[in-house]
């Protein structure tokens, strides 16, 4: 047996999320019946997080464990012809035996992409979240700085979500501005439910001046959801990079 | 009665082309029955051209009469409430009573993409022609050059056109390269059927080496078919801009 990792690329319009589900299809299921194809073995793969529905991927990373005798470089060949062809697999290298998608993960990058043109676009519909207002992208900026750090980011967090330590740590959060299309890149060591979308739309909030740059501080303090902004439309976000 | 003119964008992917036809849904149905919504009117739209099923558009221009007491400058509001997010109009104006958005057309400018990387794209697919073998960017440069200007471009055509005058003039035509992407721009008073998407093979035999850049005056003089390259996919094939 060797354990393969996978990096891959996903539009994730079409799919119900990475993890494999009753009567929907997700990413996770749609891989496996490609590693079936090729291994005729019933493998179950084991994803870096899971994603939600309509979320994209440049750099999920997941593994497994076979017996197939497929070399390790040539696997992504063998798995895009049977691949539909939303989902791409450009990297695939033998790895420890322990090696665990997940487990071993020691942070993730996300990006997340707004269009801000004065009409909507045909082509970022699925790809992008269209905010039609004026944005001040320094407000956003500044606001971003904030959130750097070892936080509690309980209030950035979907409500329900039963997750008990809510304290991670934020390596990076930038925003760019390019052309009408507004870039967040947020990096961190670990990522509560929605809490990119969150932060995403709290960014919105304040680019627009519906909170105040100072607030971010004082909600980040409270803990409270509802202090903070929307969440922001899946389609937007994109898993960028895991590290291990 | 007023002549309006509309400018718009689609995503060609779920659409059989521009133009009405039986039995496939098109743009300037999707477009007339959105304008039929709005303006109560039976509303026959005037194209700038045809497009195919999968092709895009940047910059399509159409025009229609209408007795609507709506301002123009509304009408693409009015108009983006109710037509599906793959078709977004984002300009029109009253014109000249007598303006057709084909007749008056005094030339075209489209793009090919090209994507080139190692793997496919799970996010280009639709929007580019995957092509995996390496190109030679300087020679399709080359290439690109001999088609400017006027010559009869019946090799450029699809077999079974059967357009009589097949000279045009091409006013420019560009090939970049932009990372993994290769992208072709082309200009000209008129295209024969499929006349880019020719061309846009043509230049990729000559970036391969199958078609020495020498052969290609050849190829115009013959007008045979046979001796110019593929029909690139539909789906890397954007209509630009309308001259007027």
Chains 1, 2 share one sequence.
């Not at 979240?129 to 070892?150: N, R």
Request: proline share 3%; with cysteine.
């Amino acid at each position: 047996m060797k354990n393969l990792m996978l990096k891959m690329e996903y539009d994730g319009t079409n799919y119900h999320g990475w993890q494999r589900q009753e009567n929907a299809i997700t990413v996770q299921e749609t891989l496996e019946k490609a590693l079936k194809k090729i291994t005729k073995e019933e493998i179950t793969v084991i994803g870096c997080s899971r994603t939600d529905a309509g979320v994209h991927a440049l750099g999920y990373v997941c593994n497994f464990h076979t017996s197939s005798k497929i070399p390790a470089e040539k696997m992504p060949y063998a798995l895009n012809s049977v691949l539909p062809e939303d989902i791409v697999v450009y990297d695939c290298r033998e790895v420890p035996r322990d090696f665990h998608a997940r487990f071993w993960a020691k942070g993730k990058k996300y990006r997340y992409r707004i269009y801000n043109g004065k009409y909507p676009s045909a082509f970022e519909r699925n790809y992008a979240y269209y905010w039609p207002y004026t944005l001040d992208v320094e407000c956003m900026k500044e606001a971003a700085k904030l959130f750097i750090g070892e936080h509690d980011f309980r209030a950035f967090m979907a409500t329900g979500s039963r997750v008990k330590d809510t304290v991670r740590n934020v390596f990076d959060l930038s925003v760019e501005k390019k052309g009408d299309e507004i870039i967040i890149e947020i990096s961190a060591n670990g990522f509560l439910y929605n809490m990119v979308r969150i932060i995403a739309g709290t960014l919105l909030y304040a680019g627009v001046g519906k909170i105040d740059v100072e607030r971010i501080e004082y909600i980040i303090k409270t803990g409270d959801r509802k202090e903070a902004g929307i969440t922001a439309a899946p389609q937007g976000l994109y898993l960028v990079e895991v590290y291990y």
